[in-house]
Structures are given as structure tokens and as C-alpha cells.
């Protein structure tokens, strides 16, 4: 038996509430972008270390690992602590920095995306040591950086360099306090043509690589409308349809008086079940717009160092994955939440990518997603993220651990 005092749990976390809320304040009003995340990753140190953490390391990429435990089963718990930017500023009516505070809501760029999480989890740990719900397990808390430049980085750096590799990992991405199995991956491509230049009183001694980009956009978008049966797409029933949108484009030309020798284009490509990077790159260079032109395809590369200085390239391909929904992680999250708060869940998925395609995606470590604050609240002006889903999500982080040993004693 998991021996859980849900009312206990839920009745500690209610009582972290103001702590939670302070800490979430304190992170949003520290700026951190991608790459710029160092005094926010300090910040946590200090409160991890606050509350008892048994270890706090940061590891030579800038990523804040926090240890709960000796056991041997080793549970991983994930926040990305970098933020975007805040976009256009007359699109706030607050500051995105000092933020706001009321009954319900707390204001900031990072509240939903994802710093809420974190607030959750450290105030989490420190439920379980206060209650002594530690167990055959060790959990590890992860700040992780670069996420919103490159989804998985981090934790591929995690896994392949720190060697750390849990058993299971939660994301404490925004999922509405709903409990979420998947999403689909996706790739950052580049499709370029070439041309001649000449001067652009006599256009036809040129060969305008712009016109050629014409017929290359036009097909990516019948492509992204057909439907799977047309030739379109993939579909999967759970995850949805594969989907593909021009993000960028870009010219070369010697003036503005000249044909453009050169023209690129970037897609977002969306992958569901079934669709992957090579299948990917043939669709674009298979079309016939692309053939004609002899384009180049191909994905682009990251290549950004991180604040400590450690750059760590991959390619910009980050993969599909789902967790079934009969798998005792999943399983033991919802035994948490119906415990917790004695209504069932929701499961579903995340529209958007996260450091899932990692952990899942590329190295099948099981991943599963519950966080504090709204999807449709990333990369907004006017973040926000309620107080209530911060003691929501603590008190499950706090009994999910033991839960999950629980299953495994069973089998």
C-alpha cells in the first residue's frame, strides 16, 4: 500500500500556497531568456536549498538538477526556466517583470511557460520531506535551460553527458492541471533555390530566384490542406494531422536594383504518428515545384552556446511521441489526482512541443505531462497562471512517486 494521506498532502500544499506565490514572483522578475538564464538558475538554487533539497547541482551546460531521496528508483520532474521574450510591450497591460498579483491570478512572462512548474515542484519536495513520503526512490528536479530555442537540448545533454536517466519523467509544462500522454514533434526546415542576378532593367538576362520560391510555397501550402487519403499529411486519431506552414522567408540579391540570386525559405513542420525526418525531407523534395528548381532541402542545425559558454549542437529535429494511457505512470497520476481531489481527470495532449521530444521522443524514457497554467497563455502578452493550479500540481507531485512505487509492488 502507498500509505498516502491525501488530505494531508493537499492541506500542506494550501498552506505553501503564499510561499509558492512569492517564489513564482521572485523567478518572473528575473529576466531569462535562452541563453540567459544564470540568475533565475541561482534563484532556485537558493530556494532548493532552502527547503531541504538533499543535493542542488548546476551541471556545465546551466541546467539545475535538485535530489530528493536515495532510492533506486530514480524519477525525474522537468521545468524549462527560460522564458521568451516579451514581444511587443503595448500589448501589456502590466509589466511583464514586476507582474501582477490578485485573489486568483498571478501576471508575468513565465507564470504559465513554465516557471509556475518549478514553484510547484520545489514546494513538492518540500511536502514530501515534511510528511516523510520519501520511499525506494530518489527524484530529481530539473531547471532546465534553452528550451524555448531548442526543445530536448537540455535534456539530451541531461541524459547523454550528465548521465542521469530516470525511469520516468513528469513535464511540468501548462496543461490546465489536466494530466497529458503526448504531442506531436516537429522539424525546423530550410528549403533554398538559386538563381542569377543582373540588373533589373533587363530582368530576362537574370534567372530570379524569388519566381522560382513561387510555385515551392504554393505546393508546401496545397500540401498542409490535402487530406491524408489525397496524398496529404499523416493523421493519427489521438495526436491529429501532420501539418506544415512556411515561418520564414528570406532573400539574396546584390541591391534593389537587381534579380534576387538567391531565395530560402523556413517551414514549421508538425510530425504525428508515423511521420519522421526522412520521410519529412522526401515530401518537400519530392514536390514538383522543388524538383523543377532544384532546390535544396534540409534541416537546419542549433548551434547556440549556452550561458556557460558550452555549446552543444544537434540537429532541429524533434521527434513524435505518446505514452498509453493504461501505463502505470500514467495509471499512478491518476490514482494521485482522483485521490487528491475525488473527481477523475483529464487526459489529453499538448498542442505545442516540449522537452518530451528528449526524454520520449529520442531516448524512450516514459514521459507523461500535469503543470499549473494555460496552454493558450505561452508566449502571450498578459501572461498568467492561477495560485490554485500551484497547489494543485504540488500536492500530486508530492504523492505521485510513492504511488508509483505502489504499482510496481503489485506486479
Not at 530576362?204 to 487519403?229: C, H, S, T
Not at 496524398?231 to 491529429?240: S, V
Not at 528570406?250 to 508538425?270: E, Q
Amino acid at each position: 500500500m502507498s500509505n498516502v494521506d491525501f488530505k494531508q498532502v493537499l492541506a500542506l500544499a494550501e498552506k505553501y500556497k503564499p510561499d509558492m506565490v512569492r517564489f513564482l514572483r521572485d523567478m518572473v522578475a528575473i529576466p531569462s531568456e535562452s541563453c540567459e538564464e544564470r540568475d533565475v538558475v541561482l534563484r532556485i538554487k537558493e530556494e532548493m536549498e532552502k527547503v531541504g533539497f538533499d543535493k542542488v547541482v548546476i551541471d556545465p551546460m546551466g541546467n539545475i538538477l535538485g535530489y530528493i531521496g536515495h532510492g533506486k528508483h530514480l524519477i525525474g520532474m522537468d521545468a524549462h526556466i527560460d522564458t521568451v521574450g516579451i514581444g511587443e510591450i503595448k500589448n501589456w497591460t502590466f509589466d511583464p517583470y514586476k507582474g501582477f498579483e490578485d485573489d486568483v491570478y498571478i501576471g508575468g512572462r513565465g507564470t504559465s511557460d513554465q516557471e509556475g512548474g518549478m514553484a510547484s515542484m520545489v514546494y513538492a519536495a518540500k511536502i514530501i520531506k515534511e510528511l516523510h513520503l520519501e520511499d525506494d526512490y530518489t527524484l530529481v528536479i530539473t531547471g532546465t535551460v534553452q528550451e524555448e530555442d531548442c526543445d530536448g537540448l537540455c535534456w539530451k545533454y541531461i541524459i547523454c553527458e550528465d548521465k542521469v536517466r530516470p525511469e520516468f519523467v513528469v513535464s511540468t509544462e501548462p496543461t490546465s492541471c489536466q494530466i497529458y500522454r503526448g504531442h506531436r514533434g516537429r522539424m525546423e526546415i530550410c528549403v533554398n533555390v538559386r538563381g542569377i542576378s543582373c540588373h533589373g532593367s533587363a530582368p530576362e538576362r537574370g534567372d530570379n530566384a524569388i519566381y522560382k520560391m513561387a510555385p515551392i510555397i504554393e505546393q508546401i501550402k496545397e500540401l498542409n490542406e490535402k487530406k491524408p487519403e489525397e496524398g496529404g499529411l499523416a493523421y493519427d486519431p489521438f495526436l491529429g494531422k501532420g501539418t506544415v506552414t512556411i515561418s520564414q522567408i528570406f532573400h539574396k540579391s546584390p541591391s534593389r536594383c537587381a534579380v534576387a540570386d538567391g531565395c530560402w525559405i523556413s517551414l514549421d513542420r508538425r510530425l504525428t504518428v508515423g511521420e519522421n525526418d526522412v520521410t519529412s525531407i522526401n515530401e518537400i523534395k519530392n514536390l514538383p515545384a522543388c524538383k523543377a528548381a532544384n532546390a535544396e532541402v534540409f534541416m537546419y542545425q542549433y548551434e547556440r552556446p549556452s550561458y556557460t559558454g558550452l555549446n552543444y549542437p544537434i540537429e532541429c529535429y524533434f521527434p513524435t511521441w505518446v505514452i498509453p494511457e493504461d501505463s502505470d505512470y500514467v495509471q499512478a497520476m491518476k490514482e494521485g489526482y482522483e485521490g487528491l481531489f475525488e473527481k477523475a481527470p483529464v487526459i489529453d495532449k499538448w498542442t505545442f512541443s516540449t522537452n518530451g521530444v528528449a526524454i520520449m521522443g529520442r531516448y524512450g524514457i516514459p514521459c507523461l505531462g500535469f503543470g499549473p497554467g494555460d496552454e493558450k497563455e505561452a508566449h502571450a502578452p498578459n501572461e498568467k497562471t492561477r495560485k490554485q493550479d500551484l497547489v494543485i500540481c504540488a500536492a500530486l507531485y508530492a504523492v505521485l512517486p510513492k504511488l508509483y512505487l505502489a504499482r510496481l509492488a503489485k506486479k
